[in-house]
């Protein structure tokens, strides 16, 4: 994946001036609230996506324990991110390790990726997913039941160009995602993560990644990493 001149603030593919950070957890772009165990407060009915092909189309909720949606102006920014380093995603294959609703995943087939992989352990999670890709007919995204961590076990190094972490908040997950992480991104890929505090450039560094943007919303944290 090639990076591409970078915009001013506003232009198309450039940073947004709001959340652009070079340390984790220098910037916010909306206040939200959240409770023990890391599951927003009101936590909304559907999300929808944000741009691509489904633009607007809204993604049922499940209410599963520790599903926390990642919020519509978190994943218009992270998805902003990605176009400035991957103008062009006909060609990416991406992971979305901990699906959930699958917001993230389906927000990258949207925008043309060449394939998706959502790996979902909950059964009920599992089926809406498969619902909403049958809604959708995404030829181009696989679900995948099963642990996030044995699947990454499971496939070769560098197989994917994206790869989405988003673990429970309450877990002990993120580290060891991250890791592994490290492992199956491309060697120009892009690795994204959320967690409920700023991932310091140590902790990053000890898992083979680096930090290089970050932002906040509320008390969600959320974080674009390459290999180091």
Known sequence: MRGKREGKPGEPGGPRRETRATRPGEASVSKGTSRPGGRFASAPASV????????????????????????????????????????????????????????????????????????????????????????????AVTIVRGDALAFARSVREQSFDVVFLDPPFDSDLLEPALRAAARLVSAEGLVYAESGAPLDEETAAACGLRVVRAGRAGQVHFHLLQRA
């Not at 990416?92 to 609703?101: P, R």
């Not at 927000?107 to 990726?113: D, I, K, N, Q, Y």
Request: aromatic residues 8%; hydrophobic residues 45%.
């Open 48 to 139: 929808r996506i944000i741009g691509g092909q489904w633009k607007r189309t809204p993604l049922a909720v499940v209410d599963a324990p520790g599903l926390r949606p990642s919020p519509d102006r978190v994943r218009e920014t992270v998805f902003n991110w990605l176009a400035h380093f991957t103008p062009d995603f006909s060609s990416v294959s991406g992971l979305d390790l901990f699906a959930g609703t699958g917001a993230l995943g389906f927000e990258l087939a949207s925008r043309g990726a060449a394939r998706v992989t959502l790996v979902e352990r909950n059964l009920a999670l599992e089926a809406q997913l498969q619902r909403t890709k049958q809604k959708l007919a995404a030829d």
